[in-house]
């Protein structure tokens, strides 16, 4: 069942979660700090309250070193020769989208008069077809 808030122990595993491998207690640890067996962690980091909880605490924990990784990402993809990297690097700084445009060439040539004429032909034929297939004869005939 999901959850529909988070308490205390929720948050206080989620700032250990959020940490790096490196710096982080194990699972065990955490669950015995929070006072629940290692599988509720488990379980808790399925639901999706907890799940976008946490991603917010990641992005607080490295929103410092944010610039430093921008900053590094045209040097790695020219070191690198990284055609990934370097796309990333020009969508962050605004240089590259996906952004499709269209442009239309009008030299004022278009008859609209005459395209008109040939809609309307080709409804009036449309129309007699189908008369003439359920049965009604065209003067014609």
Request: charged share 40%; aromatic share 2%.
């Given at each position: 069942m999901a959850m529909k808030s988070l308490?205390?122990?929720h948050y206080v595993a989620i700032r250990y979660l959020a940490l790096p491998?490196?710096?982080r207690?194990?699972?065990?640890?955490?669950?015995?700090?929070v006072g629940v067996h290692r599988s509720?962690?488990?379980e808790w980091k399925k639901d999706p309250l907890f799940e976008t909880e946490l991603k917010r605490q990641m992005v607080r924990n490295s929103s410092?070193?944010?610039?430093?990784l921008i900053e590094s990402?045209?040097?790695?993809?020219?070191?690198?020769g990284n055609a990934a990297m370097a796309k990333l690097a020009l969508q962050i700084n605004g240089l590259l989208t996906d952004k499709i445009e269209v442009e239309t060439r009008d030299s004022g040539?278009?008859?609209?008069?005459?395209l008109r004429?040939?809609?309307?032909?080709?409804?009036?034929?449309?129309?007699?077809?189908?008369?003439?297939?359920?049965?009604?004869?065209?003067?014609?005939?």
């Open positions: 308490n205390t122990e491998k490196s710096e207690p194990t699972v065990d640890e955490i669950a015995e700090e509720t962690i488990f410092d070193m944010l610039p430093d990402l045209p040097k790695i993809a020219i070191r690198d040539s278009t008859d609209v008069e005459a004429l040939r809609l309307e032909a080709m409804k009036a034929v449309g129309s007699l077809k189908k008369r003439q297939g359920d049965g009604v004869k065209s003067d014609s005939e």
